[in-house]
């Protein structure tokens, strides 16, 4: 009798776990302010985390930890490294700002003055680009 998976084809591209199962079932983030350029910084440790607080996280959520540790940085490169959906990393990201162990926030140049970047000089960017 033949096992039920070896007829299943071994696929490398495709994560072992599936995205439900890392979110437990949650499909959004519950938070809106989340976006592909938010900024995201991990909070300053006091040291009194236990062994047991670290091990509640996924690991993906470790993962995000690290990389936010040293400088922020944003959700779409956050995504980009741990290989998952933008909506599962605003889940995850949810998660540790909920828990007080990252704080979000938009770049620089929107939260000084809520402005939107010149236009005119993206124009000239863009129409360079295309030049190109």
């Known amino acids: 009798m033949k ?3 070896e007829d299943l084809d071994d696929d490398g591209d495709e994560p072992l776990v ?10 959004t983030a519950g938070r809106d302010d989340l976006t ?3 900024l995201i910084t991990a909070q300053s ?3 009194t985390d236990t062994s047991a607080e670290r091990h509640a996280l996924q690991p993906e959520h470790r993962t995000v930890l690290r990389m936010c540790g040293r400088r922020p940085v944003a959700v779409a490169e956050i995504a980009a490294e741990l290989d998952l959906p933008v909506s ?3 889940i995850l ?6 828990a007080g162990r990252v704080s979000a926030r938009p770049p620089l140049a929107f939260a000084q003055n809520g ?6 000089l993206l124009e000239a960017v ?6 190109l």
Request: a positive charge; hydrophobic letters at 30%.
């Open 45 to 47: 440790s006091s040291g």
């Open 126 to 131: 863009r129409d360079g680009l295309r030049q």
């Open 3 to 5: 096992h039920w998976t």
């Open 36 to 38: 592909l350029i938010t």
């Open 115 to 120: 402005a939107l970047p010149d236009m005119t």
């Open 88 to 90: 599962v990393t605003k």
């Open 18 to 27: 599936r995205p439900y199962t890392i979110t437990g079932g949650r499909t």
């Open 93 to 98: 990201i949810s998660d540790l700002i909920d």
